[in-house]
């Protein structure tokens, strides 16, 4: 009785969604704490559920920390099985069974569709031990909690359409302010292109993208706020004139005809510009 009651509490788990936010493993595994009255030890699966409640009463929990609770929870489940009998194996190979078309990465899907065959042959043999048993359903439970979400590269595919969009471009920008943005878009693209590249992988060329963007300047943009347009040409005239500074990332900006310094001339260029009657420096 205590090894099906298990059972149904980690069917209910996998059954449950182990990717978005859910109620499920709370709710499963506060079952045990209910009516698990013969369990030793159950202090760090209540901590587990706790730490569960908390999360789902969070208002802006992350993807992240649902994800934890819901392996912590697995992971206390999985200490606490520690023996099993076929009927028990058979709940299980059924409940990870429902797992496969969910958005894993494929190495991970693998690894779980050859643990459940291992565990149905174990079922299948009339000569399987108990230990045999016992190991089928643990690997299906470890095989279970390694599973790993596809990850979303919907931002860093922008990120690189963007990126290379000024490296097209990149005349119209200052030169200083670009370097190392191709090694950049190299590198991402090498993530972006990887179909095993976690999560943390993509996030972390996301923002290395993002603060290369940053920096990129184009010419002509003196005041930084991404257009060319006549208070660009104003500042420069007032640099020209003595009557305002400029940074050095400006006045490197403000030299739109590549002369090494920013004067009259520059503020009639970018004058023209704005204007339309140029169209480019």
């Given at each position: 009785m205590r090894k099906r009651f298990l059972t149904g509490v980690l069917s209910a788990v996998l059954c449950?969604?182990?990717?978005?936010?859910?109620?499920?493993?709370?709710?499963?595994?506060g079952k045990i704490l209910a009516d698990g009255k013969d369990y030793d030890n159950a202090e760090a699966l209540a901590a587990a559920?706790?730490?569960?409640?908390?999360?789902?009463?969070?208002?802006?929990?992350?993807?992240?920390?649902?994800?934890q609770v819901a392996y912590a929870i697995l992971d206390e489940l999985f200490k606490l099985?520690?023996?099993?009998?076929?009927s028990s194996l058979e709940e299980l190979i059924e409940a990870a069974k429902k797992l496969l078309d969910g958005p894993y990465t494929d190495e991970s899907l693998d690894n779980l569709r050859k643990a459940i065959e291992a565990a149905q042959k174990v079922v299948?043999?009339?000569?399987?031990?108990?230990?045999?048993?016992?190991?089928?359903?643990?690997?299906?439970?470890n095989a279970?909690?390694?599973?790993?979400?596809?990850?979303?590269?919907?931002?860093?595919?922008?990120?690189?359409?963007?990126?290379?969009?000024v490296l097209v471009n990149a005349g119209d920008y200052v030169a200083?302010?670009?370097?190392?943005?191709?090694?950049?878009?190299?590198?991402?693209?090498?993530?972006?292109?990887?179909?095993?590249?976690?999560?943390?992988?993509?996030d972390e060329e996301v923002r290395k993208l993002t603060l290369k963007l940053a920096e990129a300047r184009l010419l002509g943009d003196v005041n930084g706020d991404g257009k060319v347009a006549t208070d660009d040409s104003v500042a420069v005239l007032r640099f020209a004139a003595e009557r305002e500074d400029l940074s050095e990332?400006?006045?490197?900006?403000?030299?739109?005809?590549?002369?090494?310094?920013?004067?009259?001339?520059?503020?009639?260029?970018?004058?023209?510009?704005a204007a339309e009657k140029i169209s480019g420096f």
């Open positions: 449950g969604s182990l990717i978005l936010p859910s109620a499920a493993p709370v709710a499963a595994a559920v706790e730490a569960g409640k908390a999360v789902l009463n969070k208002a802006n929990a992350t993807q992240e920390e649902t994800d099985a520690e023996s099993s009998d076929v299948e043999d009339p000569n399987r031990s108990d230990d045999d048993i016992k190991k089928a359903y643990e690997d299906l439970i279970v909690i390694k599973l790993q979400i596809k990850s979303n590269k919907a931002a860093l595919e922008a990120m690189l359409k963007k990126a290379k969009e200083k302010s670009i370097e190392g943005l191709q090694k950049a878009v190299d590198e991402a693209q090498a993530v972006y292109d990887d179909p095993l590249a976690a999560q943390s992988e993509v990332d400006a006045a490197a900006s403000a030299d739109v005809n590549r002369d090494g310094k920013a004067d009259t001339s520059d503020a009639v260029m970018i004058l023209q510009y």
